[in-house]
């Protein structure tokens, strides 16, 4: 048997052969060359979304943005190996995620410029809203998964986060708890080599899936820049959730292209040779280059591929720059569901302070 801590899952190779793997295989026996070309045109979506999303931000247009290039095969493979009824809790930069669960990319960016506390209805599609806040998406997902079973619901939930969340109490207390409980929950690490600024041998000595099994969980390392495998291992992690037999902690071995944030220089720690050895393992290239080899590229699906990709990014520029500025008062709108006295008290406030000016502005004008 294969170590899959010592040796990732890969299905497909940098160069794009296959590999024989007929452990995972057969879990995407049903991805067929129509489902291939699928998966294929999801990556450049994404990317071309998120290379919009930093143009924006660099034409003021985007408060932030926490860029994935290179990380678009760990976010499609899992998010396409999803079910609707599932749920996912992401962090800050799982774009692809959630263009994959269905969020319009008209409102991706909201939160991003600062013109809202949320960017979507998390329950229309299923997956919650990007959150800054490191590692407590391994505690939210835990107790959704937790409260789901106990409705009964044959569902999966699957907490987003990075090598660095690892490092924090949240995700500790996440693995603890799912696992005294046996929780249907999937852990997802993409393992982007940095956090921030430190590199991840600083942060742990042994790969990072291996701190599941001080858990006791199941886990396993995947090539996070192959697409069929990471789709494979998470579809094995979900059923096991939703079959009753706990969570799977699933490290997703992948790079950042670009810096942590728009506002992060990766030049001041990182060499470019080391950027250039993980740009020959590029997940588009890669699925490009099986999808060559299987005669399965022709101008007509380039051209719809790349219409598609042009087409959500329009949709996401659109969408920023014609948002609406909100009322001030609005800043004390959906904090809590329902009415709340110091909320309540902080508006009077608040409208106070901002009628105080209404005479200085008609003096002025």
Request: aromatic content about 8%; glycine content about 8%.
């Amino acid at each position: 048997m294969v170590d899959t801590i010592a040796y990732p899952v890969q299905l497909i190779q940098p160069d794009g052969r296959r590999v024989f793997r007929p452990d995972y295989t057969s879990l995407v026996r049903d991805i067929g060359p129509d489902q291939l070309r699928d998966l294929y045109e999801d990556l450049v979506v994404a990317r071309r979304m998120d290379v919009e999303a930093v143009a924006l931000q660099r034409q003021g247009e985007l408060g932030l943005w926490a860029p994935l290039l290179g990380q678009e095969a760990a976010q499609v493979g899992s998010a396409r190996a999803l079910r609707p009824d599932d749920y996912a809790f992401i962090s800050y930069r799982e774009h692809a995620v959630a263009y994959c669960r269905g969020v319009d990319p008209g409102v991706m960016t909201r939160m991003w410029r600062g013109c809202a506390h949320f960017a979507w209805d998390p329950s229309s599609v299923n997956v919650t809203n990007p959150a800054i806040v490191v590692g407590s998406q391994g505690l939210h997902a835990t107790g959704y998964a937790m409260g789901a079973h106990l409705d009964g619901a044959e569902i999966a939930t699957i907490a987003y986060f990075g090598d660095g969340a690892t490092s924090q109490g949240d995700i500790a207390e996440a693995l603890g708890f799912s696992m005294s409980f046996n929780a249907p929950v999937v852990f997802f690490c993409q393992n982007n080599q940095f956090a921030i600024s430190e590199p991840v041998h600083l942060q742990s000595p042994v790969p990072i899936a291996q701190r599941a099994a001080g858990y006791g969980m199941p886990a396993v390392r995947v090539d996070g820049n192959d697409v069929l495998a990471v789709l494979a291992v998470t579809r094995q992690a979900t059923q096991r959730a939703r079959e009753g037999s706990g969570p799977t902690f699933i490290e997703a071995v992948t790079y950042r292209m670009g810096p942590h944030t728009t506002s992060d220089d990766p030049t001041r720690y990182r060499a470019a040779a080391e950027t250039e050895v993980w740009k020959a393992r590029d997940p588009i290239d890669r699925i490009r280059r099986l999808l060559d080899r299987e005669d399965l590229l022709d101008d007509v699906f380039l051209a719809r591929v790349q219409a598609t990709a042009d087409d959500v990014a329009a949709r996401l520029r659109s969408g920023t720059v014609e948002a609406p500025d909100p009322a001030p008062l609005d800043l004390f709108e959906h904090v809590y569901s329902t009415d709340h006295p110091l909320i309540d008290e902080e508006r009077e406030q608040y409208a106070a302070y901002l009628a105080g000016f209404a005479g200085i502005e008609e003096a002025l004008s």
